[in-house]
T-cell receptor, first 113, second 111 residues
Framework: DAGVIQSPRHEVTEMGQEVTLRCKPISGHDYLFWYRQTMMRGLELLIYFNNNVPIDDSGMPEDRFSAKMPNASFSTLKIQPSEPRDSAVYFC???????????FGNGTRLTVT | GENVGLHLPTLSVQEGDNSIINCAYSNSASDYFIWYKQESGKGPQFIIDIRSNMDKRQGQRVTVLLNKTVKHLSLQIAATQPGDSAVYFCAEYTNAGKSTFGDGTTLTVKP
């Protein structure tokens, strides 16, 4: 099993540009999570899906952020327009059931200048 | 400039010593707890978990203790090795599976 796969690993963009982060969860995992990690706030849950349906998006900072999961093997997190304060490492994670461990990808380091 | 980020607890131990990392959780209704290890440039990795109907669970070189009375979780690492140097997070599961992470503890193992 290749684990959770995220792309790109690094993204550098200018303020105002659209950014799309991608995630492929582990096959058979019904839950998918997007987290953001910064020195200021630690690991913050942004949104999570169960069977491709968004369950809780209360952590999404504002309308500039959106996430989709069109099928069981793919999810995107989009920021439009991006701002310097969005600079962080964004992690995708998946798990097989409600009370089971999360499996994290290696993250996308986003820098917005 | 001044560092106004999280002030992560730090623990420095000598190679071969035992390490104890502590975590306080917030929700008395949480029923599942996990310890993760995060190395530089990687995502958090699962170490060990424990359910609320237990107070102790052992793995290979690691033990997790749960005290529900004071909402406290600890991770014990036996015979700590340089490869154990990382940031350690506890996570609690609330609201039917929503997982919330603590701030993390940085463990440094001196050879």
């Amino acid at each position: 099993d290749a684990g959770v796969i995220q792309s790109p690993r690094h993204e550098v963009t200018e303020m105002g540009q659209e950014v799309t982060l991608r995630c492929k969860p582990i096959s058979g995992h019904d839950y998918l999570f997007w987290y953001r990690q910064t020195m200021m706030r630690g690991l913050e849950l942004l949104i999570y899906f169960n069977n491709n349906v968004p369950i809780d998006d209360s952590g999404m900072p504002e309308d500039r952020f959106s996430a989709k999961m069109p099928n069981a093997s793919f999810s995107t997190l989009k920021i439009q327009p991006s701002e310097p304060r969005d600079s962080a490492v964004y992690f995708c994670a998946s798990r097989v059931s409600v009370n089971s461990p999360l499996h994290f990808g290696n993250g996308t380091r986003l820098t917005v200048t | 400039g001044e560092n106004v980020g999280l002030h992560l607890p730090t623990l420095s131990v000598q190679e071969g010593d035992n390490s104890i990392i502590n975590c306080a959780y917030s929700n008395s209704a949480s029923d599942y707890f996990i310890w993760y290890k995060q190395e530089s440039g990687k995502g958090p990795q699962f170490i060990i978990d424990i359910r609320s109907n237990m107070d102790k669970r052992q793995g290979q070189r690691v033990t997790v203790l749960l005290n529900k009375t004071v909402k406290h979780l600890s991770l014990q690492i036996a015979a700590t090795q340089p490869g154990d140097s990382a940031v350690y997070f506890c996570a609690e599961y609330t609201n039917a599976g929503k997982s919330t992470f603590g701030d993390g503890t940085t463990l440094t193992v001196k050879p």
